[in-house]
């Protein structure tokens, strides 16, 4: 069996009162303590303020506390639990992605949802369009990101997201010993 840890990031209010630099100094510590013990993988939930109820304390940026512990770590899997869609364009996803799993080696997981913190979508100015509609985005951009990390350039026009022929450098990076960031993808009837 291998076991993840969540990696502290402040969603759970673990860091309520806490000085930023202190609360990301203990969050390298513990990545650097989960490795040490042999788990197998630290985790992120990309979320932007805190649960239950949003409140005036640390919530850090997922990409970006991934990004980090790309470096601060060896040999743990990383990865989203799970990055909402909706809160970036899916190129600059897939390049974010593609990005951190270059920094880390190949440790890289990419977990991607159609997003359901109906406060978070309203504070950073989404809006909250119906699940049907999340969904379905959520397809447009899962084939954008699936494209994005493919050979050659990238093209697709959906409904809801499309991209005009990005060129991908990744095909030197992705061999058969190390192939793409893994892409997990949840998927619901139409007629949603």
């Given at each position: 069996?291998?076991?993840?840890?969540?990696?502290?990031?402040?969603?759970?209010?673990?860091?309520?009162?806490?000085?930023?630099?202190?609360?990301?100094?203990?969050?390298?510590?513990?990545?650097?303590?989960?490795?040490?013990?042999?788990?197998?993988?630290?985790?992120?939930?990309?979320?932007?303020?805190?649960?239950?109820?949003?409140?005036?304390?640390?919530?850090?940026?997922?990409?970006?506390?991934?990004?980090?512990?790309?470096m601060?770590?060896?040999?743990?899997?990383?990865?989203?639990?799970?990055?909402c869609?909706?809160?970036?364009?899916p190129?600059?996803?897939?390049?974010?992605?593609?990005?951190?799993?270059?920094?880390?080696?190949?440790?890289?997981?990419?977990?991607?949802?159609?997003?359901?913190?109906?406060?978070?979508?309203?504070?950073?100015?989404?809006?909250?369009?119906?699940?049907?509609?999340?969904?379905?985005?959520?397809?447009?951009?899962?084939?954008?990101?699936?494209?994005?990390?493919?050979?050659?350039?990238?093209?697709?026009?959906?409904?809801?997201?499309?991209?005009?022929?990005?060129p991908?450098?990744?095909?030197?990076?992705?061999?058969?010993?190390?192939?793409?960031?893994?892409?997990?993808?949840?998927?619901?009837?139409?007629?949603?």
């Amino acid at each position: 069996m291998q076991v993840g840890l969540m990696a502290c990031q402040g969603w759970k209010r673990e860091y309520d009162g806490w000085e930023p630099a202190e609360a990301w100094a203990r969050t390298i510590e513990l990545a650097e303590q989960a490795e040490a013990l042999g788990f197998e993988s630290l985790w992120a939930f990309d979320h932007f303020h805190t649960v239950p109820v949003p409140a005036d304390e640390i919530t850090f940026e997922s990409f970006s506390v991934l990004a980090a512990l790309a470096m601060a770590t060896k040999r743990v899997r990383l990865g989203h639990m799970v990055v909402c869609t909706g809160f970036r364009n899916p190129a600059l996803t897939a390049k974010m992605a593609s990005t951190i799993d270059v920094i880390c080696g190949g440790r890289f997981e990419l977990g991607i949802g159609a997003g359901w913190k109906e406060d978070e979508w309203v504070a950073y100015g989404y809006g909250f369009p119906t699940l049907g509609e999340r969904m379905a985005a959520l397809g447009d951009h899962l084939e954008v990101v699936r494209r994005m990390l493919e050979p050659g350039r990238a093209t697709f026009e959906g409904e809801y997201a499309s991209v005009a022929a990005i060129p991908s450098w990744l095909a030197s990076w992705y061999t058969s010993e190390r192939p793409p960031a893994s892409t997990r993808m949840m998927a619901l009837p139409k007629s949603l």
